[in-house]
């Protein structure tokens, strides 16, 4: 199974600002190993972020986004002590999801 | 662990006030050449031999700072008497082929392929051609080192024996003796110094 | 790094970089250091290498908690920035990782072997020894590099990690001094530190461990070693053996006073 991700949400002004870190190889099918045999694709394909039940980010992914990625983004209408859940879900049906707690902030 | 590296120490630890005094430089060498051949061992081409000092690197190494003017001197000339011109005399190549193994990092190291060329490296110290921009400055640059020294025979003696022993001109170098370990062959070297003197060569423009 | 591998929040950050073309390259190069510091994946080995310190393995069920990595059995903070050190246990000066093999022997019960098997990670491939690493280093940021010497055999860990430091050898005579003996000189255009030097020698030491994004894996001083002597064309180091524990504190020492600030991010 996948490592957790690492999530950090604060309060800045109004907004929730959310960083995340996630642990996955996200090979894109081009590189070759030590025998020179291709690497099979590996990589997240959709990210969805959720709070009070309102999907607050959904995206798709590709084989562009470097290997254990880091995503950072800013949403509307959440306070502090609520909770963001994060998922993701790779090409191999691979997922994990993970949720933090919004800590106050300026 | 080595006996070398064990018997100062246990000496200095049996008399404290051996401890106020560190062990003396040549016993640190030692000390030092010891735990080295401990601690490496052959990958792929490179073999522990490759540890062993040559005159010139345990002089060098001696002498970080830079070695005393007789010693120096003294280098020079052993390392002068090296120098192996080619044969056929032409010690000018094709400095389209110089400017690729000056290109070329590749060779030597314990994960290169042992039959392949070995590049020059030469980018990864000096500036040469004014298109490539990243250069290193470990060396000084050589932009229009043909341009303001010509084409003749003593300009492409010299820059082939630098290429081939830089110790015979520079003791203590930083440059590799690329003739002289057998880094690059005689072709390879006169190719590089066609991309240093030749007209034609970028380095010149 | 390739441009077609971008962390995704740089996506973002680009266009403002295009647009302010004119501006400084330097300054340029500062901010996007900063923008990968911020989310730095070192974190997600780190908190792999909490676990490991934490999990019970080998032949004696035991974890790594009563490790004694200087500052007494199990004390973990701090640790780093005063390693390589004397111990009396093993009568050897240790690095952090020479003395995780030790503990890794004596409390596991694992053969030395074991202990050293997967050094380093590779894709897919994650190392134990390397997330440890990570961790036990990143309870030192913020503090002082102060390795001790007042144990004789700290002194002549220093001293002759001193020689190795100026040591020619090999097919193109280099030593560690040839790369990293003068002050502002780069190999193409990467930047060498002058490890001679004080203030170069307190960041770059400073920095290491580090995530290397063209890497995806967080490297450790060995690795730097390991990987400096294979471009020096030496033969190949092994892990944690004496001469790289020298050669440590010699680098530890010369950074002496310095704040330790990884693991870090690099290119």
Redesign the interface.
Known sequence: MA??M?IRANMTGDKVEV?V?M?H?M??GL?K?AKGNL?PPHFIRNVTVTHGGKTVLSAQ?GT?????????FRFKGGKPGEKVTISWIDNKGDKRTDEATIAGGS | MNFDIIAPAALCAAMLSACATPISDAEAERAAVGMLKASFKPQGQAGVDRLNQDEVQALCSRYPNGLPKDLAEKLEKTQLATIRYPASGKLMGDWREGERIAQSGVGKQFNDDPKGPSGGNCYACHRLSPRELSFGTIGPSLYQFGKQRGTGDAVQRYAYGKIYNSEAFSACSNMPRFGHNGILTEEQIAHLVALLLDPDSPVNK | MRI??????MLAALLPCFVAAQQDTQKEIERYRQLLQ??N?S??FE??GAEHWKAKRGPKNTSLEQCDLGLGAGVVKGAYVRLPRYFADSDKVEDLESRLVTCMVALQGLTPEEAKRRPYSG??QPSMMADLVAWIASESRGMKIAPPQSHPKERLAYQTGEKIFFYRAGTHDFACATCHGEDNKRIRLQDLPNLTNAGDAQRAFGSWPAYR?SQ?EVRSMQWRLYDCFRQQRFPEMQFTSDASVALTMFLAKRAEGGTFDAPAIKR
């Open positions: 490592d957790p690492r960083k870190l642990a190889e090979e894109t590189r190993d690497v992914w562009s986004i470097s290997k254990n990625p880091f995503m950072h | 077609d591998r971008l962390p995704a929040m911020d989310g994946p974190e997600l908190a792999r894709p897919g994004v995806g």
